[in-house]
């Protein structure tokens, strides 16, 4: 049982909800979760998708295919089908951190099982890369010719309908790829990919069929090939945590900026302050004539420090300066 008998459960439930029963491997008892392993599935955080980022063209529908908008950080509960027009691009985030991007040419669909806490992507065709640090099974990608589920991983998926060639890219971890329900794999590892390249005849794909309904593609599946640089630019992704981090700074420095976010002196972003060095206490004005005492002008940068020093000649300082540091508009 553990996590081979849940992983299979996981697996049989997905057959039978994509493909339907009769295309579903025979059900047997070592397919069946204990109580225990159905209580840890209750205890997982619920499913928490929400729209990340996106911009370019991108096109929402629902399951009567009807266009829906899909606002920023809204959880999304229903299934959703999805068009990523070229040069666009879409990002889904879920609570635990785990990152789908959608690129430029994608057409597909999300399903979402709450119950299972797991999510369906069945990739139509286009690329896609998941950022996954869950232990435990979420997500299931699904093209006509393979089945892939995500765990702990760092990988990206290419399929194109038209040629019948679905490929996997793996950053981080390892995958276990091959064609649905092939015995065949390659193990890819860490700046590696495989791909398979499935038959079509008279328009349709062609599969082996075997007993108990099983039936897999025909084909070739490739050995092993180093992931080129090409394609690490190409499916180059921002994590949701430097995302965090960066709207996490930009969060202070707005809120410093509301505040004078330089000290002594006060002052804010962009402003200048003229500052009379070596005077002393009690004395009025800056009299930078007189040895040792001298006018300093600097900028407040966005870091909250006043920065770009530079000491003015005695007769700008002398009347630019008072005793007390001056704040306002620059100069320049």
């Known amino acids: 049982m553990g996590v081979n008998c ?19 491997v025979e059900k047997d ?44 950080s809204q959880v999304i509960r229903d299934d959703l089908h999805f068009e990523i ?29 709450a119950e299972q806490q797991l999510i369906l992507l069945d990739l139509k065709s286009g690329t896609l890369r998941v950022v996954s640090e869950s232990v435990q099974p979420w997500l299931s990608v699904r093209t006509l010719i393979s089945s892939h ?62 007993l108990h309904g099983k039936k897999i593609p025909k ?21 949701p945590e430097k995302e965090r981090q960066a709207e996490a700074e930009r969060r202070r420095i707005e809120a410093m900026k509301a505040k004078g976010i330089c000290q002594n002196p006060i002052g804010d972003f962009n402003q200048c302050a003229w500052t009379c060095i070596g005077n002393k206490k009690g004395v009025k004005g800056c009299p930078t004539r007189k040895k040792g005492i001298s006018c300093q002008r600097s900028r407040c940068n966005a870091n909250g420090v006043w920065s770009d020093q530079l000491t003015l000649g005695e007769e ?14 620059c100069d320049y």
């Open 149 to 210: 589920l995500i765990v702990d991983q760092d990988v990206a998926l290419r399929f194109d309908e038209d040629t019948l060639r679905v490929e996997a890219l793996v950053f981080r971890g390892k995958m276990d790829f091959r064609a649905s329900q092939s015995e065949e794999s390659r193990l890819i590892g860490e700046k590696q990919k495989a791909f398979f390249q499935g038959v079509r005849e008279d328009g349709e794909v062609v599969f082996d069929f075997l």
């Open 85 to 113: 027009k070229p040069g666009s691009q879409a990002e889904f985030v879920d609570g635990a951190g785990n990152l789908i991007v959608l690129m430029g040419g994608t057409k597909g669909a999300l399903q979402f099982f």
């Open 219 to 239: 084909g070739i599946l490739s050995e092993l090939i180093p992931m080129s640089e090409k394609d690490q630019a190409e499916l180059k992704v921002d994590s």
């Open 6 to 24: 849940f992983l299979g459960t996981l697996l049989f439930f997905l057959a039978v909800s994509v493909f339907g029963a009769d295309e579903a």
């Open 29 to 72: 008892e070592s397919l069946v979760s204990s109580e225990n392993e159905v209580q840890s599935l209750t205890k997982r955080k619920p499913l928490q998708v929400r729209l990340r980022k996106q911009f370019g063209s991108v096109q929402f529908s629902n399951a009567s295919k009807k266009n829906v908008a899909v606002g920023k």
């Open 316 to 329: 700008a300082g002398q009347w630019k300066c008072q005793a007390k540091p001056v704040v306002g508009k």
